[in-house]
């Protein structure tokens, strides 16, 4: 007799210390997600449903969110650092609003990374989907379009902050009236699969001396060069 195998041990299902509380294996065999006392067998999902199928459990997401979060704070505790964590979600990974409300709604924040990205993010708002107080972070190449909704979206009150990652980035955002962030390239090389030789983001340190002494980001440059030059020095 062909002996049964144990596919809830095997995937190592129901087990918190890998994230897997959530799943189970029904007395049939069957894969189950249990949300509290419920519990939805995924089977009986795609025989009503049709394959193939996407199914989203929000409380998971929302779950994950919190746990990152707990995970951070307790580390910034423990490491007595000043500063906080502030979690923006990649809209690039799922921009289906089943996945990306659960997490505003628990006071995740946003980042886009193209124009048709932050185009989604300004239906949700437009929508009244979340509050004008939630941050989004705008990442990748600006193009004059991207660059453009950024302003609009600012100027009609949402907490827009452009990425500045090459030089052309910084001429063209020199005269955006909020906060902007800097992508900077530390100079360090990892020796891994995803290691790129060639990244045409960021701003190395020499490109940030000459930008120094632009009278509007001077204080943030030569505190930002400091301390990259400091860690540099500690590194090598």
Known sequence: MKKKKNFKKSWKLGIEEFNTQFFGISNEDELVVR??????????????????????FPFIVEKRYLDLVQIFNFHIKAANYKGRFSYHYPMKVNQNKEVVLPLISEGANLETSSYNELWLVRKLWEQDQFHSTIKVA???????????????????????????????EYESLKKYKGDVGIRVKLGI???????????????????????????????????????????????R
Not at 39 to 54: S, T
Not at 140 to 150: A, M, Q, S
Not at 205 to 234: F, T
């Open 35 to 56: 949300e509290g006392n419920y519990q939805y067998n995924i089977r009986d999902l795609v025989e009503k449903f049709g394959a193939p199928l996407e199914v989203v």
């Open 138 to 168: 705008c990442n990748g190449p600006k193009t004059t379009k991207y660059l453009g909704l950024i302003s609009e979206l600012k100027e009609k009150g949402l907490s827009i902050i452009p990425i500045i990652e090459d030089l052309n």
């Open 189 to 235: 090389k990892i020796k891994s699969h995803w290691d790129k030789k060639n990244d045409r983001y960021g701003l190395c340190l020499c490109q940030s001396k000459k930008r120094e002494s632009h009278a509007r980001y001077s204080k943030h440059w030569r505190g930002l060069c400091r301390a990259i030059r400091e860690k540099k020095a500690v590194w």
